[in-house]
């Protein structure tokens, strides 16, 4: 059976790799690149991670004796991630790259290109599962609780779902090391890459260079100006770095893009009962007077909710404990146990 596997230069993909040969499946390595290098890291061609990355990659493809190639994903990756990454701070949003990039342009664009050549799987490193359950195709939670990227994926277009194959999804990363490292694949010990695979540096130092500063005012819940910032693309809701002392912890609760301003409170203003979600993406529709377990952010351990479908496109998250720190551009993910049912935008 032919496969390709997305080797990205990190352990997971490279064991992934391995554990699909050893099944006996028509291996092909293919490496995606999203970014060019500088022209800074053009001279000095180790400061540039993307070339780092490919060079890894194609090591690993030549001690699995598996071809290896290269999709140029540039274009793709900066016309759908990249601008929404700049416009999403720009208007006091937290956005998600990894959803956006799997869902529109990683997935679906090798998709287009590998079943003109009759290949018939695309495979990765994640840690999540696909399974057939009463004759349909599901993404499923990772085995490993600690590890399950299932939340990256729910934008992933249904119809994929049959094509694609995750052997990790039953394992823990300290067993894919092993794998790695007892087959003596070049990057066992390399370490996880950063959270934002295009970045070459801190996300606010790019920032810097695309959005240019405004002074704005800082409020506290009471509407009493407290302070200034340099404008709103430094800062989340939720965020609790970098906002002074306040005689105790202090969060962000509300930016506001039409004038500038941002709103800090104490921790028990940062709870919400009720979240607004937009742009649905579902691979199955929820039941009305239903709780599903339902993740407002990757790291977040999931709360139980209600989900209101008030039309194709957009739904009320009701809580049954308020969650901190609903945070706007960030994804909600809706969960049946284990079953993926989608999720979407965070809007207010």
Not at 20 to 44: M, Q
Not at 174 to 202: G, M, T
Not at 242 to 257: D, H, M, N, T
Not at 317 to 336: C, E, I, K, M
Request: proline share 5%; with cysteine.
């Amino acid at each position: 059976m032919k496969a390709a596997i997305l080797l990205s230069g990190g352990v997971d993909s490279a064991s992934a790799a391995y554990i699909l040969k050893k099944r006996g499946y028509d291996l092909i390595a293919i490496h995606l690149k999203i970014r060019p290098c500088s022209e800074s890291e053009k001279l000095n061609p180790r400061s540039c991670s993307s070339a780092e990355h490919e060079k890894d990659a194609r090591k690993v493809a030549e001690s699995l004796e598996i071809p290896f190639y290269v999709y140029h994903l540039e274009k793709e990756f900066e016309r759908t991630v990249v601008k929404n990454f700049i416009s999403a701070y720009n208007e006091g949003r937290t956005p998600n790259p990894c959803v956006l990039c799997n869902g529109y342009v990683r997935f679906p664009y090798v998709w287009n290109k590998l079943k003109k050549q009759g290949i018939g799987h695309i495979a990765t490193g994640h840690y999540a599962r696909i399974e057939s359950i009463d004759g349909e195709y599901c993404l499923i939670r990772g085995k490993d609780k600690m590890r399950d990227q299932s939340y990256f994926l729910f934008r992933l277009p249904k119809h994929l779902l049959p094509h694609l194959l995750f052997p990790l999804g039953d394992l823990t990363k300290e067993r894919v090391r092993e794998i790695a490292k007892k087959q003596n694949l070049s990057v066992h010990e390399k370490k996880a890459s950063q959270d934002f695979c295009f970045l070459p540096d801190d996300y606010r130092e790019y920032l810097k260079t695309l959005i240019p500063e405004k002074e704005g005012l800082i409020y506290d819940t009471e509407g009493k100006v407290i302070g200034k910032h340099q404008g709103i693309q430094n800062f989340t809701v939720g965020q609790r770095k970098g906002l002074g002392s306040f005689g105790e912890p202090a969060y962000v609760v509300k930016i506001e893009p039409e004038d500038n301003s941002i709103t800090i409170g104490k921790k028990k203003d940062a709870y919400s009962s009720e979240a607004r979600v937009g742009k649905l993406h579902l691979f199955e529709k929820p039941k009305k007077n239903f709780s599903y377990l339902v993740k407002i952010r990757y790291s977040h351990k999931g709360e139980e909710a209600e989900i209101e479908l008030k039309d194709d496109k957009t739904a009320i998250l009701s809580f049954r404990n308020p969650v901190l720190s609903v945070t706007p551009g960030q994804s909600a993910v809706f969960y049946d146990e284990e079953k993926v049912l989608g999720g979407g935008e965070i809007i207010e």
